[in-house]
T-cell receptor, first 115, second 116 residues
């Protein structure tokens, strides 16, 4: 079956522009995570959704970052007034249900470059 | 707060050798631990998920072990091949408040190069 998909795969934005990154989780998956991966680093947690509810946004680096999942399936991560330090790969992951036993499946990521 | 460390940061070995990648974590109250592979410019591919009730998990030439008491996990790759060249990431979970799900805390990875 289809895995997690993300679009666009690559995005170049000029500093100050707004961007929107999309994640399509595996169908039926309840939990959805966003991670940010800077060059040469491991991914770092940004935010978590359980269905449409955003239950943890402790990893969002500033109030310029906003995420939503209005119908409990597709999610969008929006970054307003992009800065050069926002350049990174943004990874989305989903898992079947809530709980410690459920594996997270990752999408290919969106590579954002802010010039 | 969970912290994950991976050693070495980079490793180059000739084809055919066996090798071990190391991962340590600070919070041993984990339910499982996951190893991922990441190819340049690509997303994460899950290799092995070890439950805390297991001590080892095997998939083909890969074997991962978990020792919660010492806060360590190792990934053993047997008979390495050039196609194994990639970055290997270890991830330990951290509880999300009381919501029953867990976010992953990653190490910075080991960049592995297999020399033909």
């Amino acid at each position: 079956g289809a895995g997690v998909s993300q679009s666009p795969r690559y995005k170049v934005a000029k500093r100050g522009q707004d961007v929107a990154l999309r994640c399509d989780p595996i169908s039926g998956h309840v939990s959805l995570f966003w991670y940010q991966q800077a060059l040469g680093q491991g991914p770092e947690f940004l935010t978590y959704f359980q269905n449409e509810a955003q239950l943890d946004k402790s990893g969002l680096p500033s109030d310029r970052f906003f995420a939503e999942r209005p119908e409990g399936s597709v999610s969008t991560l929006k970054i307003q007034r992009t800065q050069q330090e926002d350049s990174a790969v943004y990874l989305c992951a989903s898992s079947l249900d809530v709980g410690r036993a459920y594996e997270q499946y990752f999408g290919p990521g969106t590579r954002l470059t802010v010039t | 707060k969970q912290e994950v460390t991976q050693i070495p940061a980079a490793l180059s070995v000739p084809e055919g050798e066996n090798l071990v990648l190391n991962c340590s974590f600070t919070d041993s109250a984990i339910y499982n631990l996951q190893w991922f592979r990441q190819d340049p410019g690509k997303g994460l591919t899950s290799l092995l998920l070890i439950q805390s009730s297991q001590r080892e998990q095997t998939s083909g030439r890969l074997n991962a072990s978990l020792d919660k008491s010492s806060g360590r996990s190792t990934l053993y790759i047997a008979a390495s091949q050039p196609g194994d060249s990639a970055t290997y990431l270890c991830a330990a979970p951290q509880r999300i408040s009381n919501f029953g799900n867990e976010k992953l805390t990653f190490g910075t990875g080991t960049r592995l190069t297999i020399i033909p």
